[in-house]
């Protein structure tokens, strides 16, 4: 329930963000607008409003929406159609009878209504602030690149191509970014002796065409894990854990005999003690208690494992040591959101052209089904993860509406840009063979985006 709300809620904000860029514009320009819909198909509700008397409609297929204009070109023989039923006046705020640089403002100002929206959700997250984890490298996997590069257990990561960073996240997005530019990326990094040392990363091993790969375990690098008493905190209810008597607070001391050092050695443990009995020994209040819990078997990567439904109990006191509160200004927060917004755009673009080019392959592309599954996930996650995704998703829609596509806004922008350096109106012709062009590139993207969500689903 929670997917599918989020899922709707998503396309109807960045669709009637979208469409109300179009609108606004249109309007300012002083063009006649029809009708403005959000969704396709059959209206559930519609109503005329102003002096225009513009017709909203609430329809019934919500991926997508559209702002239909007064055009003389589209005007047919038919009594409803006929330009017999508009005045001279109407019809001289035609789309059409506008100037090229009108046309121009409102067919891109779909696209920089949803880059603006993400300015404004970036904006507001910053403000909020975000919390993240400090980039203190964990164990570097042997003979992966990071270990190459000599980066050691215990540093953390200050600078990535002189460019600041101050969590994983931000750490993340720039080796993904900067892999983009160069083979090799420069890494600052200080120990725990205060030492500042510089390291080269090579990044020609990164498989971006895997999407559920992480850029760090790719690299050889895993985020340091602090040594943590392996204390219990919520326990699922009807869960293994509930069943066999574990509860909030508990210190698990032994498993079968064994001490348990930490929690990380706990959950090793019981991972592989699938449908096997484990006998604890808890330390509760002051009192030592003994406990036989069976993990439940569950497949995770083709592999099964044990789980027991507790989760760990951490300190505040101990989680803020590794943790760290990006917050900014609003003037300062204005400036990162659009550069955030930007930066994404870029790398966007550059990751559809090398997916053209061939460099990449086409498996990262996704479609609603993925959408709809991170617009579930970044919800359950909190307030500020789903705005995040809000931002990101706003910026690819902008993104992919210029393009130079017919049937998409930035294939209008061209048809308008041509006519600028000939004097003329693009024929009907050439639009009518673009238009055929356009929705056989737009259908084979969306088949092949489908396709990978489907593929997504069966494989996991």
């Known amino acids: 329930m929670l997917t599918a709300l989020a899922f709707i809620f998503t396309l109807g904000l960045l669709v009637t963000v979208h469409e109300f ?197 790719s690299l050889g690098l895993t985020i340091f894990q602090p040594e943590m008493p392996a204390r219990v905190g919520d326990v699922l209810k009807n869960s293994p854990a509930d069943l066999a008597g574990l509860a909030t607070n508990d210190l698990v001391m032994a498993m079968n005999g064994n001490q348990v050092k930490n929690w990380e050695a706990f959950v090793q443990e019981v991972r592989s003690h699938a449908n096997l009995p484990l006998v604890l020994v808890v330390k509760r209040a002051d009192q030592e208690v ?32 590794f943790l760290v509160t990006s917050q900014y200004s609003a003037s300062e927060s204005l400036i990162k959101a659009t550069q955030k917004t930007w930066e994404t755009s870029i790398f966007s673009l550059k990751m559809l052209g090398n997916m053209i080019t061939g460099q990449l392959s086409w498996k990262g592309m996704s479609g609603p089904v993925t959408i709809a599954s991170y617009a579930g996930q970044s919800a359950s996650m909190g307030i500020k993860a789903f705005i995040g995704f809000l931002a990101l998703i706003s910026i690819s829609i902008g993104v992919l509406n210029l393009l130079p596509l017919p049937v998409l806004d930035g294939g209008h922008f061209m048809y308008y840009v041509v006519e600028i350096f000939t004097g003329k109106p693009v024929s009907e012709a050439v639009m009518i063979i673009g238009q055929k062009i356009g929705f056989t590139i737009l259908g084979f993207m969306m088949i092949l985006a489908l396709y990978n969500d489907i593929n997504r689903l069966i494989t996991g």
């Open 21 to 217: 860029g179009h609108f606004q514009v249109a309007k300012w320009c002083g063009v006649k607008v029809l009708k403005f819909s959000i969704g396709f198909g059959k209206p559930l509700l519609s109503k005329k409003i102003g002096l225009d008397q513009t017709e909203f409609i609430l329809a019934a297929i919500p991926l997508g929406g559209f702002v239909k204009m007064l055009d003389e070109r589209e005007l047919g023989s038919g009594s409803e159609s006929s330009s017999a039923i508009y005045s001279e006046a109407d019809l001289a705020r035609a789309f059409n009878r506008q100037s090229v640089a009108k046309r121009i403002a409102i067919v891109l100002a779909g696209p920089a209504a949803n880059l603006l929206l993400a300015i404004l959700l970036y904006w507001c997250l910053l403000m909020m602030g975000v919390v993240g984890m400090k980039p203190i490298v964990g164990k570097v996997i042997e003979r992966t690149p990071a270990a190459v590069a000599s980066i050691t257990l215990g540093e953390t990561i200050q600078k990535i191509n002189g460019k600041d960073v101050a969590t994983w996240q931000e750490v993340r997005w720039l080796l993904l970014n900067e892999s983009l530019k160069n083979k090799s990326v420069e890494i600052q990094a200080i120990n725990d002796k205060q030492e500042i040392h510089v390291h080269q990363l090579d990044t020609t091993s990164l498989n971006l065409d895997d999407a559920s790969s992480d850029i760090l375990s």
């Open 290 to 321: 003994t406990l036989t819990v069976r993990p439940e078997p569950i497949i995770e990567n083709d592999k099964t494992i044990g789980r027991i439904g507790a989760a760990f109990k951490i300190e505040q006191s101990e989680l803020d040591k």
